[in-house]
């Protein structure tokens, strides 16, 4: 069964202390890997996708990676306006999977000024 | 431009009352998703509707669930005989359909907030 595992669930950091988000993943062929960011009580904001190994791609304070079997979302010198829940989600080559995204249960992320 | 949009963003209803919740997705976006967001867990695929195909209807959790989508546009998503673990929030999704490889962004709208008392 696909599976995506976000580490860790929480997390606390003083503003401009850099830090790294987790998403491990076990898919039968990745198609690609999404990165959203939720604010409470609004829907995910897409921020990235990335699809091959060793594909990176950055906005503003935030840079997300990829290998084989997981995921970094990097925040640089993360703001106050930065406290979110980011989200990973993976989508499959082909089946069911290929259209839906499957999800983790997100980190938590505040940053305190 | 306009982003997806759903109504109501909130709706409290009585164990045993039908639902509807809507969903405008973006101009020109085939593809429309509905996921079920429930507290502490992950997002959960619920429907997928593209063009004129039949949907996948594959992560409807019980019969008391459907969904329409009319005129390859607005979707409603209706609940039957509401329980409490009805209770969450329901998102909507829109993309462009893309050829095979390539890969798909879903944008979402705000959610409906269903509580079920």
């Known amino acids: 069964e696909d599976q995506v595992t976000q580490s860790p669930e929480a997390l606390r950091l003083q503003e401009g202390e850099s830090s790294s988000l987790n998403c491990s993943y076990t898919v039968s062929g990745l198609r690609g890997l999404f990165w959203y960011r939720q604010d409470p009580g609004k829907g995910p904001e897409f921020l990235f996708t990335?699809?091959?190994a060793g594909e990176e791609k950055e906005k503003e304070r935030l840079k997300a990676t990829l290998t084989k079997k997981e995921s970094f979302l990097h925040i640089t010198a993360p703001k106050p306006e930065d406290s979110a829940t980011y989200l990973c989600?993976?989508?499959?080559?082909?089946?069911?999977?290929?259209?839906?995204?499957?999800f983790g249960k997100g980190t938590k992320l505040s940053v305190i000024p | 431009g306009a982003g997806v949009s759903q109504s109501p963003s909130n709706k409290v209803t009585e164990k045993g009352k039908d639902v509807e919740l809507r969903c405008d997705p973006i101009?020109?976006?085939?593809?429309l998703y509905w996921y079920r967001q429930s507290l502490g867990q992950g997002l959960e695929f619920l429907i997928y509707f593209q063009g004129n195909s039949a949907p996948d209807k594959s992560g409807l959790p019980s019969d008391r669930f459907s969904a329409e989508r009319t005129g390859g546009s607005v979707s409603t998503l209706t609940i039957q005989r509401t329980q409490q673990e009805d209770s969450a929030v329901y998102l909507c999704?829109?993309?462009?359909?893309?050829?095979?490889?390539?890969?798909?962004?879903?944008?979402f709208g705000p959610g409906t907030r269903l509580t079920v008392l």
């Open positions: 999704a829109s993309s462009l359909f893309r050829l095979a490889g390539s890969y798909n962004e879903q944008f």
């Open positions: 101009s020109g976006h085939t593809a």
């Open positions: 989600a993976v989508q499959q080559v082909s089946g069911a999977g290929s259209y839906q995204l499957t």
């Open positions: 990335l699809y091959s």
